[in-house]
């Protein structure tokens, strides 16, 4: 009976390390090209080969805690992106719980009872697809900006539902790593999640630095600027100034993703001078596809191209219309996978498949990080 437990504890501890060892071939892999995909009626065009990962989203979360697939995604479109396996068998998708407006998921944190239906109901899902593992996209804990439920409890109710399913995707996989990962944003909206505490449960975090000037805030600026622009204010956000939260927050740099958007923000009746950056409007607020940037506002005469040599990012200016766009185009990707390889982070997560056009922004990406990997290997 000895020998069978020293036996017993020697597998155990093989097995552990097993598992160790494939998280941490996970990590290795950095830098990593992570894309959104959501529903769509049209034909899913995918270049497999050019990510690593596939968010699709979203499923979302009932007030018992269940997470399921709303009427409006078809189940259809999640198994044409798993069948893109054929083209890169290294290819993880994963599930995404969430997004802007969906709630419940502060009920589903706060208690015993809700957090088992959560994880059973998520992992069921991901079995049911096939899937490599579950991204957590609850925007935010403890606020309620996007007309959801939220509580105080929030932050320490999240930590407990990641280590508890980190526990049970563990038990699931074996020897196979399940991956669990979650969309964030820095600041106030960080202010919910337990830093660093949290980073130990979780594969990655895809970090939203986008947004970060749009219809709810006061001026015109970049959506997604890298560094800051001299004619910004000190509370203007950056990529850079939302990485080095998280890195200070003790997140390590390798489970740390930039987050591009492939839309820009536009701005209407804006105040014209500088050329609409950081100027009050009156209207808009709204997106735009890069798609649409390049077929109708990068060769019309009627829009100025300008670029921002401190935020590293362009922006266009029609100024009879009175109309500024912020967005990321293929020359500001590639200084952002430059700062991602320079800086140890995981890589880039983006937003969202559809919106690209013929791959233009994708393949800024692909080629600077993975043939990043090639030069590390």
């Known amino acids: 009976m000895a020998v069978f437990h020293r036996h017993s504890g020697l597998r155990t501890l093989l097995a552990a390390a097993l598992l160790s060892l494939t998280a941490a071939t996970a990590h290795a892999q950095s830098p990593r090209v992570i894309g959104y995909v959501m529903d769509s009626p049209a034909p899913l065009q995918l270049s497999a080969e050019k990510l690593d990962v596939v968010n699709f989203a979203f499923a979302r979360v009932k007030l018992d805690g269940s997470v399921y697939l709303p009427d409006e995604v078809d189940p259809a479109r999640l198994h044409a992106v798993v069948a893109k396996r054929a083209d890169n068998p290294s290819l993880q998708i994963v599930l995404s719980i969430g997004g802007w407006g969906a709630g419940n998921f502060s009920e589903a944190a706060a208690s015993e009872t809700a957090r088992t239906r959560f994880i059973d109901s998520s992992v069921a899902l991901m079995h049911q697809f096939k899937l490599d593992g579950l991204d957590i996209d609850w925007e935010y804990p403890t606020l309620g900006d996007a ?3 939220h509580s105080p409890d929030d932050r320490h109710n999240f930590t407990v539902l990641l280590e508890q399913l980190r526990a049970r995707l563990n038990a ?3 020897q196979r790593h399940y991956l669990l990962t979650i969309a964030a944003a820095e600041g106030r909206a960080a202010e919910g999640l337990e830093l660093p505490r949290i980073a130990q ?11 970060f000037y749009g219809s709810l805030t006061k001026t015109t600026g970049h959506h997604s600027g890298l560094s800051r622009s001299p004619l910004a204010t000190p509370a203007g956000r950056t990529t850079v100034d939302a990485v080095k939260y998280f890195l200070d927050a003790g997140v390590p740099a390798n489970k740390i993703n930039v987050g591009v958007p492939f839309y820009g923000r536009t701005f209407g009746d804006v105040a014209p001078v500088n050329n609409g950056r950081f100027q009050k409007f009156t209207r808009e607020g709204g997106f735009i596809s890069w798609r649409d940037i390049v077929h109708t506002r990068l060769n019309n005469p009627a829009w100025e191209q300008h670029w921002d040599e401190q935020a590293q990012v362009p922006w266009l200016w029609n100024p009879k219309e009175r109309r500024m766009v912020s967005y990321d185009d ?5 200084i952002k996978v ?3 390889k320079q800086h140890g982070l995981g890589g880039i997560m ?5 919106q690209d056009d013929n791959e233009q ?10 043939d990043a990997r090639a030069n590390v290997k």
């Open 147 to 149: 007309d959801i439920s």
């Open 172 to 174: 699931e996989g074996g």
């Open 330 to 334: 293929p020359r500001s990707l590639a």
């Open 201 to 211: 449960s979780l594969d990655w975090i895809n970090l939203m630095t986008y947004d």
């Open 338 to 340: 430059e700062y991602v």
């Open 361 to 370: 922004l994708l393949d800024v990406l692909h080629k600077g990080l993975h």
């Open 350 to 354: 983006y937003w969202e498949q559809r």
